[in-house]
Protein backbone atom coordinates (compact mmCIF):
# COMPACT_ATOMS: atom_id res chain seq x y z
CA UNK A 1 0.00 0.00 0.00
CA UNK A 2 1.23 3.43 -0.16
CA UNK A 3 1.85 4.05 3.63
CA UNK A 4 4.16 0.40 3.46
CA UNK A 5 7.32 2.58 2.74
CA UNK A 6 7.28 4.48 6.07
CA UNK A 7 7.45 1.43 8.22
CA UNK A 8 9.68 1.67 10.89
CA UNK A 9 12.84 -0.56 11.25
CA UNK A 10 15.65 0.19 13.55
CA UNK A 11 19.16 0.68 12.93
CA UNK A 12 20.33 0.60 9.22
CA UNK A 13 23.29 2.76 7.29
CA UNK A 14 21.26 5.46 6.26
CA UNK A 15 19.39 6.55 8.70
CA UNK A 16 16.31 9.15 8.28
CA UNK A 17 13.36 8.63 10.81
CA UNK A 18 13.03 8.66 14.63
CA UNK A 19 10.60 6.82 17.16
CA UNK A 20 10.32 8.47 20.42
CA UNK A 21 8.60 6.27 22.65
CA UNK A 22 7.27 7.62 26.02
CA UNK A 23 5.67 5.24 28.96
CA UNK A 24 4.55 5.54 32.56
CA UNK A 25 4.45 1.47 33.56
CA UNK A 26 5.19 -0.04 36.25
CA UNK A 27 8.87 -1.03 34.86
CA UNK A 28 9.17 2.39 34.15
CA UNK A 29 11.41 4.95 36.27
CA UNK A 30 8.81 7.08 37.49
CA UNK A 31 6.38 4.30 37.70
CA UNK A 32 2.63 4.58 36.75
CA UNK A 33 0.55 7.35 36.60
CA UNK A 34 -1.25 7.63 40.12
CA UNK A 35 -5.47 8.25 39.82
CA UNK A 36 -6.77 11.03 41.59
CA UNK A 37 -9.53 9.17 43.27
CA UNK A 38 -7.80 5.76 43.81
CA UNK A 39 -10.66 4.75 46.08
CA UNK A 40 -12.79 3.75 43.01
CA UNK A 41 -13.40 0.18 42.21
CA UNK A 42 -10.13 -0.52 43.84
CA UNK A 43 -7.96 1.10 41.13
CA UNK A 44 -4.90 3.67 42.20
CA UNK A 45 -3.24 3.74 39.14
CA UNK A 46 -3.19 3.19 35.41
CA UNK A 47 -0.64 2.53 32.77
CA UNK A 48 0.37 4.47 29.54
CA UNK A 49 2.67 4.17 26.98
CA UNK A 50 2.64 6.22 23.63
CA UNK A 51 4.97 6.11 20.32
CA UNK A 52 5.60 8.83 17.74
CA UNK A 53 7.49 8.47 14.42
CA UNK A 54 9.09 11.53 12.45
CA UNK A 55 10.67 10.62 9.32
CA UNK A 56 12.37 12.41 6.77
CA UNK A 57 10.32 12.47 3.68
CA UNK A 58 11.40 12.98 0.06
CA UNK A 59 11.80 16.44 -1.02
CA UNK A 60 10.98 18.26 -4.64
CA UNK A 61 11.82 21.77 -4.27
CA UNK A 62 11.66 24.83 -6.86
CA UNK A 63 14.41 27.34 -6.88
CA UNK A 64 12.29 30.66 -7.89
CA UNK A 65 15.09 33.34 -8.52
CA UNK A 66 14.90 37.02 -9.39
CA UNK A 67 16.80 37.97 -12.37
CA UNK A 68 15.39 41.40 -12.87
CA UNK A 69 17.63 44.59 -13.57
CA UNK A 70 18.32 45.36 -10.04
CA UNK A 71 20.24 42.09 -9.69
CA UNK A 72 23.02 43.75 -11.46
CA UNK A 73 23.34 45.99 -8.51
CA UNK A 74 25.70 45.48 -5.30
CA UNK A 75 24.01 44.40 -2.43
CA UNK A 76 24.62 47.21 -0.38
CA UNK A 77 23.78 50.10 -3.28
CA UNK A 78 20.63 51.07 -4.56
CA UNK A 79 19.58 50.14 -7.68
CA UNK A 80 19.22 52.96 -9.74
CA UNK A 81 18.28 52.14 -13.32
CA UNK A 82 19.46 53.14 -16.23
CA UNK A 83 22.62 53.96 -14.07
CA UNK A 84 25.16 51.63 -14.07
CA UNK A 85 25.91 49.46 -11.38
CA UNK A 86 28.79 50.62 -9.50
CA UNK A 87 31.07 47.40 -10.02
CA UNK A 88 30.39 47.19 -13.84
CA UNK A 89 33.34 47.98 -15.68
CA UNK A 90 33.59 50.76 -18.23
CA UNK A 91 31.16 50.72 -21.13
CA UNK A 92 29.30 47.98 -19.26
CA UNK A 93 25.18 47.83 -20.47
CA UNK A 94 22.64 45.64 -19.52
CA UNK A 95 22.82 42.19 -21.06
CA UNK A 96 26.32 42.32 -20.60
CA UNK A 97 27.96 39.57 -18.57
CA UNK A 98 26.85 40.14 -14.84
CA UNK A 99 29.08 42.79 -12.77
CA UNK A 100 31.67 41.40 -10.56
CA UNK A 101 30.17 42.59 -7.22
CA UNK A 102 26.23 41.92 -7.83
CA UNK A 103 23.42 40.44 -6.18
CA UNK A 104 22.69 38.32 -8.96
CA UNK A 105 26.70 36.54 -8.26
CA UNK A 106 25.71 36.73 -4.18
CA UNK A 107 22.74 34.32 -5.20
CA UNK A 108 24.94 32.12 -7.07
CA UNK A 109 27.44 31.73 -4.71
CA UNK A 110 24.54 31.04 -2.29
CA UNK A 111 22.57 28.58 -4.44
CA UNK A 112 25.54 26.66 -4.87
CA UNK A 113 26.25 26.56 -0.95
CA UNK A 114 22.32 25.22 -0.54
CA UNK A 115 22.81 22.68 -2.99
CA UNK A 116 26.34 21.07 -1.11
CA UNK A 117 24.05 21.39 1.91
CA UNK A 118 21.23 19.09 0.61
CA UNK A 119 23.49 17.09 -1.09
CA UNK A 120 24.42 15.91 2.47
CA UNK A 121 21.22 15.41 4.56
CA UNK A 122 19.60 12.61 4.72
CA UNK A 123 16.38 12.71 2.79
CA UNK A 124 16.17 12.73 -1.17
CA UNK A 125 15.59 15.98 -2.77
CA UNK A 126 15.38 16.72 -6.04
CA UNK A 127 15.78 20.11 -7.20
CA UNK A 128 14.48 22.85 -9.89
CA UNK A 129 15.72 26.11 -10.97
CA UNK A 130 12.96 28.96 -12.49
CA UNK A 131 14.23 32.39 -13.10
CA UNK A 132 11.88 35.71 -13.64
CA UNK A 133 12.11 39.01 -14.96
CA UNK A 134 8.73 40.54 -16.49
CA UNK A 135 8.00 36.53 -17.32
CA UNK A 136 9.36 33.29 -15.88
CA UNK A 137 10.70 30.42 -17.23
CA UNK A 138 11.88 26.99 -15.79
CA UNK A 139 15.26 26.78 -16.90
CA UNK A 140 16.41 23.39 -15.32
CA UNK A 141 13.36 20.69 -14.57
CA UNK A 142 13.80 18.50 -11.38
CA UNK A 143 16.92 16.42 -11.10
CA UNK A 144 18.82 14.83 -8.75
CA UNK A 145 22.27 15.86 -10.15
CA UNK A 146 23.33 19.08 -8.94
CA UNK A 147 25.63 20.17 -11.24
CA UNK A 148 22.97 20.74 -13.53
CA UNK A 149 21.28 23.37 -11.28
CA UNK A 150 24.43 25.48 -11.37
CA UNK A 151 24.76 25.36 -14.88
CA UNK A 152 21.32 26.84 -15.54
CA UNK A 153 22.64 29.52 -14.22
CA UNK A 154 25.36 30.16 -16.52
CA UNK A 155 23.68 31.51 -19.24
CA UNK A 156 22.14 34.26 -16.97
CA UNK A 157 25.60 34.90 -15.52
CA UNK A 158 26.69 35.75 -19.23
CA UNK A 159 24.05 37.96 -19.83
CA UNK A 160 22.10 39.11 -17.16
CA UNK A 161 19.92 41.53 -18.40
CA UNK A 162 17.30 44.35 -17.25
CA UNK A 163 12.94 43.91 -16.61
CA UNK A 164 10.55 44.11 -14.51
CA UNK A 165 9.53 42.05 -11.41
CA UNK A 166 6.97 39.79 -12.12
CA UNK A 167 7.18 37.55 -8.64
CA UNK A 168 3.86 35.54 -8.97
CA UNK A 169 4.93 34.51 -12.53
CA UNK A 170 7.85 33.10 -10.74
CA UNK A 171 5.85 31.42 -8.28
CA UNK A 172 3.59 29.63 -10.75
CA UNK A 173 6.73 28.37 -12.62
CA UNK A 174 8.09 26.79 -9.55
CA UNK A 175 4.31 25.58 -9.09
CA UNK A 176 4.62 23.61 -11.95
CA UNK A 177 8.05 22.31 -11.78
CA UNK A 178 7.32 20.04 -8.80
CA UNK A 179 4.44 19.09 -9.22
CA UNK A 180 4.19 18.25 -13.49
CA UNK A 181 8.14 17.71 -14.48
CA UNK A 182 8.58 14.45 -15.57
CA UNK A 183 10.29 13.48 -12.64
CA UNK A 184 8.20 14.85 -10.13
CA UNK A 185 7.70 12.39 -7.37
CA UNK A 186 3.98 11.92 -6.33
CA UNK A 187 5.04 10.86 -2.49
CA UNK A 188 7.47 13.62 -2.68
CA UNK A 189 6.72 16.64 -0.28
CA UNK A 190 6.53 19.87 -2.23
CA UNK A 191 8.33 23.09 -1.34
CA UNK A 192 8.94 26.31 -3.38
CA UNK A 193 12.24 28.87 -2.52
CA UNK A 194 10.91 32.08 -3.84
CA UNK A 195 13.84 35.00 -3.92
CA UNK A 196 13.65 38.68 -4.88
CA UNK A 197 15.95 41.82 -4.64
CA UNK A 198 12.67 43.57 -5.35
CA UNK A 199 8.94 44.64 -5.53
CA UNK A 200 7.16 42.83 -7.06
CA UNK A 201 5.47 45.60 -10.31
CA UNK A 202 4.01 43.37 -13.01
CA UNK A 203 1.74 40.31 -13.25
CA UNK A 204 -0.45 37.79 -11.20
CA UNK A 205 -0.41 38.70 -7.60
CA UNK A 206 2.04 36.78 -5.85
CA UNK A 207 -0.29 36.28 -2.94
CA UNK A 208 -3.12 34.48 -5.29
CA UNK A 209 -0.53 32.39 -6.84
CA UNK A 210 0.97 31.52 -3.08
CA UNK A 211 -2.89 30.78 -2.07
CA UNK A 212 -3.41 28.29 -5.05
CA UNK A 213 -0.01 26.22 -4.30
CA UNK A 214 -1.26 26.38 -0.38
CA UNK A 215 -4.74 24.48 -2.16
CA UNK A 216 -2.29 21.71 -3.36
CA UNK A 217 -0.28 21.35 -0.54
CA UNK A 218 3.16 23.16 -1.47
CA UNK A 219 4.84 25.10 1.26
CA UNK A 220 6.49 28.25 -0.02
CA UNK A 221 9.58 29.67 2.13
CA UNK A 222 10.75 33.33 0.77
CA UNK A 223 14.06 35.14 0.84
CA UNK A 224 14.41 38.53 -0.11
CA UNK A 225 17.66 40.24 -0.52
CA UNK A 226 18.88 43.82 0.04
CA UNK A 227 17.09 46.74 1.80
CA UNK A 228 15.13 47.50 -1.68
CA UNK A 229 12.75 44.08 -1.26
CA UNK A 230 9.47 43.81 -0.12
CA UNK A 231 9.78 42.18 3.24
CA UNK A 232 5.90 42.63 4.61
CA UNK A 233 4.77 41.58 1.03
CA UNK A 234 6.92 38.51 0.63
CA UNK A 235 6.81 37.42 4.49
CA UNK A 236 2.90 37.10 3.83
CA UNK A 237 3.23 34.91 0.99
CA UNK A 238 5.09 32.29 3.29
CA UNK A 239 2.90 32.70 5.61
CA UNK A 240 -0.18 32.01 2.68
CA UNK A 241 2.43 29.09 1.60
CA UNK A 242 2.90 27.74 5.15
CA UNK A 243 6.59 28.54 5.22
CA UNK A 244 8.92 30.82 6.29
CA UNK A 245 9.98 33.96 5.31
CA UNK A 246 13.86 34.89 5.66
CA UNK A 247 15.58 38.24 5.00
CA UNK A 248 19.69 38.90 3.66
CA UNK A 249 21.09 42.23 3.80
CA UNK A 250 24.22 41.21 2.69
CA UNK A 251 25.78 38.47 0.64
CA UNK A 252 26.83 36.65 3.60
CA UNK A 253 23.54 36.46 5.07
CA UNK A 254 22.00 35.13 2.11
CA UNK A 255 24.63 31.82 2.43
CA UNK A 256 23.24 31.87 5.90
CA UNK A 257 19.89 31.52 4.88
CA UNK A 258 19.84 29.24 2.46
CA UNK A 259 21.77 26.42 5.19
CA UNK A 260 19.13 27.35 7.83
CA UNK A 261 16.34 26.21 4.90
CA UNK A 262 17.92 23.05 4.08
CA UNK A 263 17.59 22.81 8.03
CA UNK A 264 13.58 23.09 7.69
CA UNK A 265 12.95 21.45 4.54
CA UNK A 266 9.63 19.03 5.63
CA UNK A 267 9.93 15.97 7.83
CA UNK A 268 6.36 13.87 8.24
CA UNK A 269 4.98 12.64 11.43
CA UNK A 270 4.51 9.01 10.34
CA UNK A 271 3.08 7.26 13.22
Not at 160 to 180: F, K, M, P, Q, R
Request: charged share 15%; with cysteine.
Amino acid sequence: SSTDRYAFTAGGSNPNALEVTARRTASSLDGPIPLLMPQIMGIGTFESEQAAISTQVEVDVALVIDRSGSMAYAAHEPAAYPQIPSSAPAGWQFCDPAPPDCRWRNVVTAVGVFLSEVNQSPPSEFVSLSTYSGSAITNQDLTGDYPRILSALEPITNSLCSGGTNIGSGISEGLGAVHHSPAARPGAAKVIIVLTDGIHNTGTSPSTVASAAADVGTMIFTVTFSSEADQPAMSNVASLGGGKHFHANSPSDLVVVFQEIVKQLPTLLTH
